[in-house]
């Protein structure tokens, strides 16, 4: 069987990507700071901590950034508009600051007081002078390489939450951690998970009402997802609500998870966990006093391995309005009822009030991963309308009456293979959206990538290592051309697409929208570019050194408009996207970008898309490779900026290959053993496709 071209199953590999902890490249921390002629160094002056009333009354202070969506409603609009349509072609670059990782940057700045606060990987969290790009304080959790085996997509992290003088950051180990501001010293650290389970945290944290909300990912490999809450003084647990009920012997934890428990039937997910994890998105709204959590995937994916019963499986691919004080459910909608494709509703939601039918609504607004734009009512959860943002092949459409999605024949891959879009990487993923009041449009991050589906043969639940239940090695089916990406303008209120700027790749940035009738984005090929946020005209680009995928941030400084940006390649399709994304993704440093308006020309334009195509034999080892080392490797054996590329190891390497991959030789790096599931006959194999893939990509 020939593979075709960049092959891999790009596509199973979805949400996901694993256990990557080996051969970071460890640059230093290098703040590359270059500082703003026009303004002038200086200590930040002292001014009110961020308390409740600056939370709920953030969307006033546009100087700063305080909260990850910017406001509680997470619209991540800024009505500055000092860089507007006409003076963007002057913004320039005024510092950028390295972060001296590589691997995914996911995280969206907090600015507070002349003082950004970004995430690395690793958990890494730096604060650094809005003026001048320069470090004041770095706090590494040093978090066990190894834990990255736990994370299914990369070892990101999407930021920190600020209050009354205090940093709170989600750590992958998950643990969450509160450090003084001005200093970086942790002030108190809580483990919010059992660590010997495959638990990990990428989200940022919310704080609303004195109470820190925190979720967490694992439902690829095997968790039961659930929202906790802990005390920001003191670090205490004040409430925790999980998504998907337990074992249904046991008494359960509250009235809604004995509800759901009768819309799983005849399995037994407790044992793998069933996933549902809420690792991502969250949106408060104080007047209701609602906290909004977006729920995941099953684990496993496959429903019928998952509750061969059928059902709804209940809390899953959910959107759940909570109590903040309890943790009490109030509401809840299902965007996928039995998901079977890894269409989780973490992703970004937005609260806006919208004229309907001549009746102002609030809504909440959610474009889940499985390619349907929701806007439902955010006080009942009753649904208002849902159109397909991007291809949707699953289903038909939302039922208006009933409110549930109308599958569509031949996608539950029971019987063989299903070719489904969206995928598990989803119509829009955790890159953020955003919503500018004065276009009314959504912004979306979108991507169009092939999926196909099929059962694992003989699938056995391997603790510690994914179990999906799906078949990863789905090859022959997928070329370069089934992946792209666009950045879409939405009309919520009449649910049409106002404009679309196609890209070549998925996976580009997150997006902010400003008064100035802007939309910045970063791309996946490495530019930085602002549209007119009315028609979707590019008016100014720069290249940023590399990919970006994280969402940018604008803020004021001594009157002066600032846009700032995390820069670093990574995450799931980063991943395992090989060379498809090669060559594309810049020299892989992490950075803080920030740009200002300057006096000087526009640089050029710089795009770089440099596409190899690769076909070759299948092995067997090529079967072994994409199961378990595809994730953290890439794809046919292309490893992204900072991985191993192993069709580069040394002769010795590919002589110890054994000790490595059975003994843990390089468990110091982060490479994980795989003794309990593979084999010295394995490891034949996996060197007799990895040099067939040296000798195709020319590396003899
Ligand atoms: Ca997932």
């Known amino acids: 069987m020939r593979r075709q071209a960049l092959g891999i199953a790009i596509v199973f590999l979805a949400g996901l990507a694993l256990a990557c902890g080996s051969s970071e490249q460890q640059a230093g921390t290098k703040p590359g700071a270059t500082p703003n002629g026009a303004t002038a160094a200086g200590a930040p002056s002292e001014s009110e901590v961020v308390d409740d009333a600056r939370l709920r009354g953030a969307d006033a202070e546009v100087g700063e950034w305080l909260t990850t969506g910017r406001t509680y409603s997470e619209q991540r609009y800024s009505p500055l508009d000092q860089i507007n349509e006409s003076t963007v072609k002057r913004m320039q670059e005024v510092w950028q600051f390295e972060t001296g990782l590589g691997r995914g940057h996911e995280a969206t700045p907090i600015v507070h007081d002349g003082v950004l606060f970004i995430t690395g990987s690793w958990s890494i969290v730096f604060a650094v002078d809005a003026r001048t790009g320069k470090q004041l304080w770095k706090w590494d959790p040093q978090v066990d390489k190894l834990v990255a085996k736990k994370a299914c997509c990369d070892v990101v992290n999407r930021g920190v939450a600020l209050y009354k003088g205090r940093v709170y950051v989600g750590v992958l180990d998950g643990r969450l951690v509160a450090l003084d501001e001005k200093t970086g010293v942790p002030v108190w650290q809580m483990v919010t998970v059992d660590q010997s389970l495959p638990y990990t945290i990428t989200g940022a944290p919310r704080v609303v009402d004195g109470k820190v909300i925190i979720g967490n990912g694992g439902a690829e490999l095997g968790v039961r997802g659930y929202v906790s809450a802990y005390d920001a ?71 019928q391995l998952r509750s061969p019963g059928g059902g709804d499986n209940l809390y899953l691919s959910s959107i759940l309005a909570l109590s903040p004080q309890t943790g009490e459910l109030v ?61 949707v092949t699953w289903a038909d459409r939302v039922d208006k009456g009933t409110g549930r999605p109308v599958e569509n024949p031949g996608v539950d891959y029971k019987e063989g293979l299903a070719l489904v879009k969206p995928t598990a990487f989803g119509g829009h993923n955790w890159h ?207 490893a992204m900026e900072g991985m191993k590329d192993l069709r580069k190891m040394s002769p010795e390497m590919r002589n110890s290959l054994g000790d490595i991959v059975l003994r843990g030789a390089l468990r110091g790096n982060g490479m994980p053993d795989f003794a309990d599931v593979l084999t010295e006959a394995d490891i034949a194999k996996l060197r007799t496709y990895i040099d067939h893939r040296r000798e195709e990509s020319g590396l003899n």
């Open 331 to 391: 509401w809840h909608y299902q965007t996928t009822p039995g998901d079977n494709w890894d269409f989780t509703a973490t992703q970004h939601m937005i609260l806006a009030d919208l004229k309907i039918n001549g009746r102002v609504r609030p809504v909440i607004m959610q474009a889940p991963k499985n390619g349907f734009f929701y806007v439902l009512d955010r006080k009942t959860g009753e649904l208002i309308s849902a159109e397909k943002y991007v291809e």
């Open 233 to 303: 003084e003191s670090g205490k647990q004040i409430w925790r609500t999980y998504t998907v009920p337990g074992d249904p012997s046991q008494p359960f934890e509250s009235k809604a998870l004995e509800k759901a428990a009768e819309t799983w039937k005849g399995g037994e997910w407790w044992k793998i966990g069933g996933g549902g994890t809420a690792w991502d998105s969250m949106a408060y709204d104080p007047e209701l006093n609602l906290l909004y959590v977006g729920t995941g995937n099953g684990s496993p994916w496959v429903r």
């Open 432 to 638: 953020p959206m955003s919503f500018n009041p004065k276009t009314g449009l959504v912004y979306i991050p979108t991507h169009d990538i092939l999926g196909a589906y099929r059962n694992e043969q003989n699938f056995k639940y391997q603790p510690g290592h994914w179990n999906t239940g799906t078949d990863f090695n789905v090859f022959g089916l997928i070329t370069k051309d089934t992946v792209s990406g666009a950045l879409v303008a939405w009309d919520p209120v009449n649910q049409k697409e106002v404009w679309r700027h196609p890209y070549a790749l998925p996976w580009n940035g997150g997006l902010l929208s400003t008064g100035g009738n802007l939309v910045f984005q970063g791309t996946s090929d490495g530019r930085f570019v602002a549209y007119r946020a009315s028609d979707g005209e590019q008016m100014w680009e720069q290249h940023a050194g590399t990919s970006i995928i994280a969402a940018p941030v604008t803020y004021l400084l001594d009157g002066k408009q600032y846009v700032s940006v995390v820069a670093g390649w990574g995450g799931a399709f980063g991943l395992v996207s090989g060379d498809v994304s090669k060559g594309s993704a810049g020299d892989g440093k992490g950075r803080l970008l920030t740009y200002a308006l300057g006096t000087g020309e526009p640089p050029a334009p710089q795009v770089v898309l440099d596409r190899i195509t690769a076909p070759g034999e299948v092995y067997d080892g090529e079967r072994v490779y994409h199961k378990y080392c595809a994730t953290c490797h890439g794809g046919a054996a292309v």
